[in-house]
């Protein structure tokens, strides 16, 4: 690799293996790397001209994502393949036969990895047979995509952020992606208007059912934001929380022991106060 | 659902009011809470119960409206004809049994049936 080598941090991550024969040790040595390349090349083609919203030119974003991956420890080329790709079939005019070069196994992530962004498909952490690797492809490409998330409109920010929370948190964890879980929390929260006030309602809320406590979290969001004051927006989450149990009785469900184990929680982390909550 | 009224407490009443005021008019939860002079952790609950009852009904906006302010969406609240019908009933039996004189919006709604 040398210094102007555009994969030189992709390959800096990666180490020797991508060097190797494969995972199965049964390719020539140099396939991996070659199909690496390849996938970077295709990429870069596809994509020419295309810029994210921080400005940069749009391949630096499947870059970054194989790049995360390499340094989660994941060695295996044919998801570094599928990372530089993803964006490929969606974003521009590329036709699938296009990318047949990169194997069937290749392609399946792709597609796979296309079937969790469908919105009538099922959200990530419920996807029981999705494949691990789509998770870890999905977990990385929001990851970056919240690290370079202060180029994005706050209302499509604060939206990411939430969905960041509720979904993508939790399926880190299930895809044994802890670091990437922990830096999603992090990115997330940072990410949200008005963020402790929502993070404890946020908790609160596990009382409701589930169905309701989408919504409600989704209102009560927008509610915050509107709220112009820390102070005020405090005090309408300590209310909000304050009247989770008959909320949830009022929809039907109330369990005494998932509030007792919340407020538990939140002891000592809310003040009540005067006026609005 | 086990009645087909809610309970009159002071705070539903308070609510019921709010949303009376102006019965064509859709308002978001925080603006309820003020109108009623109440806190969130009592007004939604209200607002899930009559709603339930078919009293209330809610939206969230429409994507025009907040996407361009860059904000996230809201839910707007509105009373339903027959919630407003038997709210004002409500209220208003309510105000009797206080022995305090009946406010004429009630009597009369202001032009709306």
Not at chain 2, 9 to 37: N, S
């Amino acid at each position: 690799m040398n210094r102007g080598d555009p994969l030189r941090p992709l390959l800096r991550a990666a180490g020797e293996w991508l060097n190797g024969d494969g995972p199965d040790g049964d390719g020539p040595a140099g396939e991996p790397l070659r199909l690496v390349r390849r996938a970077y090349e295709v990429a870069a083609h596809w994509h020419d001209g295309q810029r994210r919203h921080s400005g940069d030119p749009y391949v630096t974003h499947p870059l970054a994502v194989a790049v995360i991956l390499a340094e989660q420890g994941v060695r295996d080329h044919e998801i570094l393949c599928a990372a530089l790709l993803h964006d490929v079939l969606d974003d521009t005019a590329c036709p699938e036969a296009e990318l047949a070069e990169f194997g069937e196994d290749v392609m399946a992530l792709l597609r796979g990895f296309r079937a969790l962004d469908d919105p009538g498909g099922l959200p990530p952490d419920r996807r029981d047979l999705a494949d691990e690797r789509v998770l870890a492809l999905k977990l990385a490409d929001r990851l970056h995509n919240l690290r370079t998330a202060r180029f994005l409109p706050e209302a499509k920010r604060a939206r990411k952020a939430r969905e960041t929370l509720e979904l993508y948190v939790p399926a880190a964890g299930r895809a044994g992606l802890e670091q990437v879980g922990e830096e999603l929390r992090r990115l997330a929260t940072a990410n949200l208007p008005g963020n402790g006030p929502y993070r404890l309602v946020r908790a609160g809320a596990v009382l409701l059912p589930r169905h309701a406590r989408t919504r409600y979290l989704e209102e009560w969001l927008a509610e915050l934001h509107a709220i112009p004051g820390r102070r005020e927006r405090r005090r309408f989450a300590a209310g909000l929380l304050l009247g989770m149990p008959s909320l949830a009785a009022a929809l039907g469900r109330w369990d005494v022991t998932r509030w007792a184990r919340a407020l538990r929680a939140l002891r000592g982390r809310i003040g009540t106060g005067p006026g609005r909550g | 659902m086990k009645s087909n009224a809610p309970r009159m407490t002071l705070p539903t009443q308070a609510v019921l009011r709010a949303l009376l005021a102006d019965p064509a008019r859709e308002r978001y939860g925080l603006e309820l809470c003020d109108l009623a002079g109440l806190p969130g952790g009592t007004v939604y609950p209200i607002l899930a119960r009559l709603e339930r009852l078919g009293w209330v009904e809610s939206r969230w906006e429409e994507p025009s409206a907040h996407e361009e302010a860059g904000r996230p969406r809201r839910r707007y609240y509105r009373i339903t004809p027959d919630g407003a019908e038997r709210g004002r009933d409500a209220v208003a039996r309510a105000y009797r049994s206080r022995r305090q004189p009946v406010p004429a919006w009630l009597l009369h709604p202001g032009g709306t049936s």
